[in-house]
């Protein structure tokens, strides 16, 4: 019989073995955060958020309020871990998962499980990776068309690959529901500094960006576009950038602008970025309480077939909960799950595995409202949680 987790907890915490952290330890750690770093804007900012999660965090758990958003709206499916570029600030090039593009037969038997589980969106961006290194891309995007179960997907790409043959492709598929275009840089210089890559790949970024944004009338999915530079707060994009994000604000196509940069769970830090201005958050300076959301709906099936408990920062696969090269994903995706269980009681306990521990990209089941998906429906408490799935 399932033993609730905030019963554990509680027992845990009463048997001495669950650490509360420290409230004076946070305030003065946050504080020191944001004068030790020149008072930029981005870390006063960041500061402050810290503050409102602990108050918010703590809340919410006294009030016995979670937000775990539906468990069975997305599921992560790496297709490519393989990337053209090399951004200094990524984890992609210190990896030791395979490289490796994900076969279309376990791409289709994925998502079949998947969607008898009751899954219909899939996320197709990589943890680190691009989409169109994929030789095969589009016949993955033809299955999911044509598999009525799915109803949508969505990706993010760096777009440096595709071809104007591609775009016109990208336009005309139906089930797309999102599409972000990372952009990194605001001129060559910078794109090659940050990237490791040169002009030609440049300017095909440029151009098929421009082709892209110029011809969106009539697509039915939502563009974005995802823009990081240096973490100065003025950078002067060239003319031809300057071009395209006229056109996107005249289409009312979204820019976000990030000046600071995840850790990747710790694996990132200062001495990889090469001397660049880019500021990036510092290991655990993130307040923590209660499990992440990111295990509890947003895992991923990863290119070589084992499933991580995250789909976002562990690039090395240390979260594996399963392998459905010799396990069904039902039987993984399931707190059945020995392992999948245990992660879970032990995050919710503050016993946070090493990546977690200095993860930035934490988040907390106490933090309603979040965008992490757009999922259908209202979000659930970790006692449903348990009790369903
Ligand atoms: S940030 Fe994205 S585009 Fe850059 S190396 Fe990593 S996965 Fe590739
Ligand atoms: S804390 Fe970070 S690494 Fe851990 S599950 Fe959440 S997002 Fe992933």
Redesign the pocket.
């Known amino acids: 019989m399932f033993e609730p987790a905030c019963a554990r907890r509680a027992d845990l915490v009463g048997a001495g073995l669950c650490a509360e952290p420290s409230f004076s330890l946070r305030i003065f750690n946050f504080f020191i955060l944001a004068f030790g770093k020149m008072l930029k804007p981005h870390v006063i900012e960041s500061s402050v958020r810290q503050l409102r999660n602990y108050l918010l965090y703590n809340y919410n758990s006294w009030r016995g309020r979670e937000y775990i958003p539906d468990p069975r709206f997305r599921i992560n499916i790496e297709t490519s871990s393989i990337?053209n570029?090399?951004?200094r600030f990524?984890a992609?090039v210190k990896k030791t998962t395979p490289k490796m593009i994900m076969p279309d037969g376990f791409f289709q038997n994925c998502v079949k499980q998947a969607a008898a589980m009751g899954f219909y969106h899939v996320g197709l961006t990589?943890m680190?990776?691009?989409v169109f290194c994929d030789p095969n891309l589009f016949d993955k995007f033809a299955f999911l068309e044509s598999f009525d179960p799915i109803r949508e997907y969505s990706f993010f790409t760096?777009l440096t690959l595709p071809t104007r043959d591609d775009i016109d492709r990208l336009l005309e598929l139906r089930k797309l529901r999102e599409l972000t275009v990372?952009l990194?840089g605001h001129d060559l210089a910078s794109f090659t500094a940050i990237?490791g890559r040169g002009e030609g790949v440049y300017r095909r970024l440029l151009e098929n960006l421009e082709y892209l944004v110029s011809n969106l009338s009539k697509v039915s999915w939502r563009p974005g576009l995802g823009w990081r530079s240096y973490s100065t707060l003025r950078v002067k994009p060239d003319p031809a950038l300057k071009r395209i994000f006229k056109i996107c604000k005249a289409a009312g196509i979204r820019v976000s602008r990030s000046q600071v940069y995840n850790n990747w769970g710790g694996f990132v830090g200062r001495d990889d970025l090469g001397g660049l201005p880019i500021d990036i958050n510092e290991n655990a300076s993130v307040y923590k309480k209660g499990a992440c959301c990111m295990l509890l709906s947003s895992v991923q099936i990863m290119a070589n077939g084992t499933v991580n408990g995250c789909s976002c920062r562990d690039v090395n696969g240390t979260l594996c909960i399963g392998d459905m090269n010799s396990a069904p994903l039902s039987g993984i995706l399931t707190t059945s799950n020995p392992v999948y269980l245990g992660l879970i009681e032990a995050q919710q306990c503050g016993d946070f595995p090493e990546v977690c521990g200095n993860c930035d990209f934490y988040k907390s089941i106490y933090l309603a409202g979040r965008a992490l998906q757009r999922a259908e429906g209202e979000s659930i408490t970790l006692r449903e949680f348990m009790a369903s799935y």
């Open positions: 990337c570029l090399r951004c990524c992609y990589p680190t990776g691009d760096n990372s990194y990237t």
